[in-house]
């Protein structure tokens, strides 16, 4: 039995093609003064939030009634409950992340018709369901975020409406149509800019907020991209590649919801710090079914986190590993020395080298995984062994012919077969395998390192693999450990079930066909950014739609998206986002890709700020294995977060790193030229405080610290519960991350620490929103040098 349900048109069912329910021009007239249009602004306010309460309340009550329905013997109701109580509770959640600045935007077109623009899209109640805002995302809002005096996009005027607890607080306007700015705008600002600056400007609080409101057009062109396959995004510090990163995601979301809401989205990022940083920028947009994870967090159940020599890290990462990691398993499989003799109905039967080789062979040559090969291992041999004990008993006195029938050996097989100590024996010779330990007892020994890496790995790689500190148990792996381990599943054929085998293969065969058949439609050219779609490559596009890639996904148990994608090493999704991609390695790669076998992937990077030995500083090298040249590149050149000041510095980091590159353009000054300090060796960590507690700003003050001086800084500040105001870190857990002021730390020990120091010394001054200041002993890197006042 199917119940209907009389459903209140929610966000997401808002049409975005719908034209507004205003009618020619509302009340706040541009000649109406502020206080009128502010009056008016508010009068739209109460009506929206009025209808928002509306929906919650139903919701709510739809809710309860759910949870209140009877009918868990009957599994088709059972199965309908548990979505439409989803369905209600995204809702809900969509609803109060909405409540925060609800209503932030509208446009006037040309021909009178306006446009309200909100964080959710909602219909009116009224007999036409007219639209009351319309969601960020929509068609109709782009005018918002692209219009400009030049390119009007029919808006005649672009109004900005800022408000605060459902209290409108200032209404800004900006004239496109040429004729010049409203006098009376409230708020005393009359371009766009005004709001971005004064989103730029406001204090950091440690987490990073949505840009929905002042998303710029440069921004706004990847964010909505409509391409299929992958985008990579090259940008400086602080041209806002994160945040196109999640608006990106909640864009798809939005666009393709049917498809993402069962693949999901999977935004990667360097590490925990930086996930809690971005973690409620998509929550706010109503968007909560996107699985968050650092590479080290991706095999399931290991939580990849422990810090390792960077040398370590990059053998890891190389793709040499894959052909170690093979020999490795082979290397399991294993003969006997000597013969094992055991007593079978009697009579002695013998485990030995022409045994084991006949199944081994036979078992290699089926060129299943390993795990997945066991079973024709394990038959041979009861076959071989089958013989031998009919050669013992069977054969005739007289001529040696086996007087045993093919029946009877057959059923002496079936006995081995069922014989547990028989079975045991033979099993040591090619064991289950479980991806961990697996991993952990090639760690263990030296032995098995050096015949693994054989000449693939030189000495001083191998004693790298095998060092004092190797991971003992599960939770002491790396983030480098998780491809290997993901490389080791692949190997043995680990979780993946016999059945779904064949499914998966031939689901592989149609993509890399696929895959095939773009390379030569595109040829080896990268695809301009303003080409048009060829038709063909959309069509070879549609074989590996992410739709195709969702049907295969089951849908189980009450799980949300993200956490069956979050458990299960197998699944693909449709989406997936990489931030800080830059820093990861080729072994990282594979295992991404697997996860992506549509390619569709948003890759977010600056090749300039490569800080871990085993990134990469050039895009085409890393997709070439996967995309051939079939990716675009976007580029971002606006500086949002560092001011000019700070940038100044900066760029002359930037200049060593790479010459050829162009620094971005700061879109604001501080006024606050940095400043740089030097002192006595001895004398480092205590000026440094004393700079991080004397800043001006009220937000965050970042103290950034070389790795070698870490522990010595932490003893001194303490519990860092006792001093918020402070923060202290190391280069590489501040990627990614902003604060209002930042105390960099002994630059030249900060560019010593790695070969890829500069980019390190790189990162660290371009974390400030505000003032930087510099504390140091040792003369300054000469990059940097000149542009500081001491
Ligand atoms: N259009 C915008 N409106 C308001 N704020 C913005 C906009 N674009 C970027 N920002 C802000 O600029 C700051 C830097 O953005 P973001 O962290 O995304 O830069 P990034 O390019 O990822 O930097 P990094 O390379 O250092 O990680 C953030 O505070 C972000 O919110």
Known sequence: ?????????????????????????????????????????????DGVYARLDRLRRNTQRRLASELREDGEDNPQLLSERESYERMYSEDLAKFDAAEHNLYFGRLDMDGGEVRRIGRIGILDDDEDDSTLLLDWRAPLSRPFYLATPAATEDVHRRRHVRTRSRRVRAVNDEMLDGTGADPTASGGDVVNESALIAALDAAR??????????????QDVIIRSAHRGVTVVQG????????????RAAYLLYTHRDILSRSGVLIIGPNDTFLRYIGQVLPSLGETGVLLSTIGDLYPGVHGNRPEPRETAVVKGDLRMVDVLKRAVRERQTLPSTPITLTFDGYPLEIDRKVITHARGRARSSRRPHNRARPVFLDAAFDALAQQHAERIGSSLLDGSQLLSRTDIADIRDELAADESIRAALEEFWPHLTPASFLLDLYASRDHIDRAGGTILDRDEKSLLFADEFPTDTSQFTPADAPLLDEVAEIIGYDEPDESERERDEWRQRLSEA???????????PQDLEDELDPEILMAYDLIDAEQLASRQTQRERLTTAERAQTDRTWTFGHVIVDEAQEL?????????????????????????????????????????????????????????????????????????????????????????????????DDVVDEALRRAHATESDGLTAVIVPDELYTRFAVAVGDPDDDRAVHLTTVSDAKGLEFDETVVVEPTAIVAQSPRGLSDLYVALTRATQQLSVVYSEDLPAAMAQHLES
């Open 205 to 218: 609080t440690g987490e990073m907020t949505d840009i929905v409101e002042t998303i710029q057009r440069e």
């Open 1 to 45: 039995m199917t119940r209907t349900h009389n459903i209140d048109k929610a966000p997401s069912e808002a049409p975005s093609n719908t034209s507004v329910a205003a009618s020619g021009r509302d009340a706040s007239a541009p000649d109406g003064g502020t206080d009128e249009r502010v009056a008016a602004e508010q009068t739209f306010l």
């Open 515 to 525: 895959q095939d058949a773009l390379d030569i439609l595109t040829g080896s050219a």
């Open 236 to 247: 400086a510090p602080g041209t806002g590649k994160t945040a196109v990163a999640l608006h």
């Open 585 to 681: 390695s080729p072994m990282a790669w594979r295992m991404l890709m697997r996860r992506t076998p549509n390619r569709w992937m948003t890759i977010i990077g600056d090749t300039a700020q490569t800080s871990d030995l085993a990134g990469t500083r050039d895009w085409g090298e890393v997709l070439s294995p996967y995309v051939a040249q079939r990716w675009r590149h976007h580029e971002l050149t606006v500086n949002y977060r560092t001011p000019r000041e700070i940038m100044d510095v900066a760029t002359g980091v930037l200049a060593e790193i790479d010459p050829d590159r162009t620094p971005p353009t700061s879109l604001r000054s501080s006024g606050r030229s940095p400043v740089s300090v030097r002192v006595d060796a």
